[in-house]
């Protein structure tokens, strides 16, 4: 996806992971920042948490997100807001098997914007409407 770049966030795991006492860790996620991306754009920062699961053949992190983005109405063009709240797991490994999963730096760290922005994408509807009965742009 093109578009500006926001800034990335980093979780740092290293303690986790070291820790052989530990199978879960919690993360907060308070974004001030809003994102800007070619398909949508946040009204409001990203809250939620980030819960890291340790097995013993791999680190699973599951997303409980909010926000709202700004849409345009497909038929009108005015501009609405839709709250989006992502509910969601990605598996974390060094070598990526597949679009889903979030791979882990060498020095025990991981990228959490991406994947959240993915879901978001995921989570517009395919057609925008300001409401059911939008009669469209009105020519004079």
Same mark, same amino acid.
């Given at each position: 996806?093109?578009?500006?770049?926001?800034?990335?966030?980093?979780?740092?795991?290293? @303690?986790?992971?070291?820790?052989?006492?530990?199978?879960?860790?919690?993360?907060?996620?308070?974004? @001030?920042?809003?994102?800007?991306?070619?398909?949508?754009?946040?009204?409001?920062?990203?809250?939620?948490?980030?819960?890291?699961?340790?097995? /013993?053949?791999?680190?699973?992190?599951?997303?409980?997100?909010?926000?709202?983005?700004?849409?345009?109405?497909?038929?009108?063009?005015?501009?609405?807001?839709?709250?989006? @709240?992502?509910?969601?797991?990605?598996?974390?490994?060094?070598?990526?098997?597949?679009?889903?999963?979030? /791979?882990?730096?060498?020095? @025990?760290?991981?990228?959490?914007?991406?994947?959240?922005?993915?879901?978001?994408?995921?989570?517009?509807?395919?057609?925008?409407?300001?409401?059911?009965?939008?009669?469209?742009?009105?020519?004079?």
């Amino acid at each position: 996806m093109s578009g500006p770049k926001n800034k990335q966030v980093w979780l740092n795991l290293s @303690n986790f992971i070291a820790d052989k006492t530990q199978d879960c860790i919690e993360f907060e996620i308070d974004n @001030n920042e809003k994102i800007k991306e070619e398909r949508f754009e946040t009204s409001k920062p990203l809250q939620g948490s980030v819960k890291i699961f340790k097995s /013993k053949h791999e680190l699973v992190a599951h997303f409980k997100i909010k926000t709202e983005v700004v849409l345009s109405c497909d038929r009108c063009l005015k501009k609405i807001q839709k709250r989006i @709240n992502l509910d969601f797991s990605r598996s974390i490994k060094e070598k990526i098997e597949s679009s889903e999963d979030i /791979k882990i730096s060498a020095i @025990n760290q991981i990228e959490i914007l991406e994947p959240i922005k993915q879901e978001i994408v995921l989570n517009i509807p395919i057609k925008i409407l300001c409401q059911k009965d939008c009669q469209g742009i009105k020519l004079k």
